[in-house]
């Protein structure tokens, strides 16, 4: 069984269609949609009849119980929108979506928890910003440990998945049409994506074992974004919208003062989304390791820039429960063994460092350019949903000789890939401290005299 996982359209019939378009390749048994469909400042009739005609199953968000329940003077600007476009057709078809539905049995779809709309499940709102909600937070908020073995939910447009430690998967699949926005409960917030493309999740069923694989995929923005700034001004230049509510990216505005503090908030590169980032101390050792993620992770990696285009990278790549993943364990020190073998997948970065056959320097940026292909793949399991920790704790002369690695390539490091087993900041020990320098550290500049 392979659900594509939709949520958040938000009217934005432009992200949709791409959306179904790339669902159509996918060999895809059933489309499960997660609610808040229709408000928007785009084209919500239109998206209407298009998810009408789409064969899916479909929950009711809280922007659906606003159009049939809120009085007009009530209603925000997005939800004012749809109620003037949408036909009684569409009020109808709306008023007849469940709250909560078992598409199949054992999956449970709903848009923010079970019994209430707008709750925030996978993260959790605090006066310093947006996290990753604990497992403990997650069971809390389900009332207990689910029965079922798939739970899916929308609400907050953050692609997230989380292994609950009965085995139960938790996945939100993002936002379709509706990349970033901001919420002033419990605290003040921002919520944004990190690039405009529009988000879906397939979740297949492995051998008994839910997994999920994240998507983004490009559609019109621009367009999305003229035909938003035309019929409305919620909060929606083409500018902003384009670059996925990332405002200080496309504004000319000073630097917040958490930036030139040096803290770290949550989600938009390169002054939040880089910050969600972290290194994991653990891993989750029950999320099946998917082939298919690690090789768009190491495409990553080749797509990456090099000087002269030299490409020095190469990579040996070892998933749990394969032969070279026991090979890589042996050579573990006593630090990483401890944490890294629960990956997903172990990856040793080696570098092209002389002319094969030669005593000559093969490139003077080997190194560097190396990590710039270690960094492409930190990102990209990123977006899908995994956390990377490089670490250099292993025996580098046994591994190379493990491996028979000739004498042109050097072993750099090695990085673990999966899902983690904690949220930012939950795990304190040696090489967790993320507090940055501020910019006026990092920034070298000398004055006359």
């Known amino acids: 069984m392979r659900i594509a996982a939709i949520s ?7 992200a949709l269609e791409a959306v179904l378009d790339e669902i159509s390749s996918l060999q895809i048994d059933l489309i499960v949609n997660l609610g808040d469909l229709l ?3 785009v084209r919500p009739a239109e998206t ?10 479909t929950v009711r ?10 009085p007009r003077d009530q209603m925000s600007r997005s939800d004012s929108l749809a109620a003037d476009e949408i036909t009684a057709t569409h009020r109808q078809w709306i008023a007849s979506l469940p709250a909560r539905v078992v598409p199949v049995p054992g999956v449970l779809a709903f848009h923010g928890a079970p019994d209430d709309d707008l709750v925030y499940l996978l993260e959790t709102v605090t006066p310093d910003g947006v ?4 497992m403990d937070e997650v069971v809390a908020r389900l009332g207990g440990l689910p029965d079922e073995r798939l739970l899916l939910c929308g609400h907050t447009h953050l692609q997230r998945q989380l292994r609950l430690s009965n085995g139960a998967l938790v996945v ?4 379709v049409g509706w990349p970033a926005y901001d919420d002033d409960r419990p605290h003040p917030h921002v919520i944004e994506a990190g690039s405009p493309e529009a988000r879906f999740a397939v979740i297949e069923d492995v051998a008994g074992s839910w997994e999920a694989t994240f998507y983004s995929v490009a559609y019109p923005i621009e367009t999305a974004a003229e035909v938003a700034h035309a019929r409305t001004s919620v909060r929606m230049s083409s500018t902003r919208y384009a670059r996925a509510a990332c405002p200080a990216a496309a504004s000319s505005e000073p630097l917040p003062e958490y930036l030139k503090r040096g ?6 590169h390169p002054d939040r989304f880089a910050a ?6 653990r891993f989750e050792n029950s999320h099946r390791p998917n082939p298919h993620v690690a090789e768009a992770v190491l495409d990553a990696a080749r797509l990456a820039p090099s000087a002269g285009n030299s490409q020095p990278w190469r990579f040996i790549v070892g998933l749990r429960g394969d032969t070279t993943h026991s090979r890589f364990s042996r050579h573990l020190a006593r630090s990483s063994a401890q944490w890294a073998p629960d990956a997903d997948f172990l990856v040793a970065n080696l570098t092209q460092v002389r002319i094969i056959d030669s005593d000559m320097e093969y490139s003077e940026f080997a190194r560097y350019d190396l990590g710039q292909a270690v960094a492409h793949m930190t990102f990209e399991a990123h977006r899908r949903g995994l956390s990377a920790h490089q670490f250099r704790a292993f025996d580098r002369e046994a591994l190379s000789h493990e491996f028979s690695l000739p004498g042109h390539l050097e072993l750099t490091s090695m990085t673990a890939f999966g899902v983690p087993a904690h949220a930012i900041g939950e795990v304190v020990g040696p090489g967790t401290n993320r507090q940055r320098l501020s910019h006026d550290e990092i920034l070298w500049s000398q004055t006359d005299g």
């Open 172 to 175: 939100n699949p993002g936002s």
């Open 263 to 268: 803290a770290l908030t949550s989600s938009c």
């Open 276 to 281: 969600a980032r972290f290194s994991p101390m």
């Open 131 to 134: 996290r990753a909600a604990t």
């Open 48 to 57: 209407a009849d298009l998810l009408m005609r789409t064969p899916a199953v």
């Open 39 to 41: 408000s928007g400042g």
């Open 8 to 14: 958040d359209v938000h009217g934005n019939v432009f």
């Open 61 to 70: 968000g809280n922007h659906e119980r606003q159009l049939l329940e809120l």
